[in-house]
Nanobody
Framework: VQLQASGGGLVQAGGSLRLSCVKS????????MGWFRQTPGKEREFVAG???????SYADSVKGRFTVSRDDAKNTVYLQMNSLRPDDTAVYYC?????????????????WGQGTQVTVSS
């Protein structure tokens, strides 16, 4: 399994970005896809996750601002980030796991993308 994340960049507070993550291989629809983020000196934290059939989960800090979605035909998961704030600045990672539950611990995700930098200026 290989994951390739993209879409990061520099944006002003209040702006929007959309991250994408493409998964190689077959059976994308059977995977749980997650988004995590990490800032220097801090542990990687769960942001959002999506299961097959569209079940979703969000960290409290992003609820109402971020939306996770997936296109199984394109093997791609997205993270639409609106109303961005400076404290959203981080490296964002996509991750994948098999199963049916959206987990929030990094240890529950065997496969990871390379990360994409999101910087929100005040």
């Amino acid at each position: 399994v290989q994951l390739q994340a993209s879409g990061g960049g520099l944006v002003q507070a209040g702006g929007s970005l959309r991250l994408s993550c493409v998964k190689s291989g077959r059976a994308f629809s059977s995977y749980i896809m997650g988004w995590f983020r990490q800032t220097p000196g801090k542990e990687r934290e769960f942001v959002a996750g999506i299961a097959n059939r569209g079940r979703k989960s969000y960290a409290d800090s992003v609820k109402g601002r971020f939306t996770v979605s997936r296109d199984d035909a394109k093997n791609t998961v997205y993270l639409q980030m609106n109303s961005l704030r400076p404290d959203d600045t981080a490296v964002y990672y996509c991750a994948a796991r098999e199963g049916s539950l959206i987990q929030t611990r990094t240890a529950d995700y065997p496969w990871w993308g390379q990360g994409t930098q999101v910087t929100v200026s005040s």
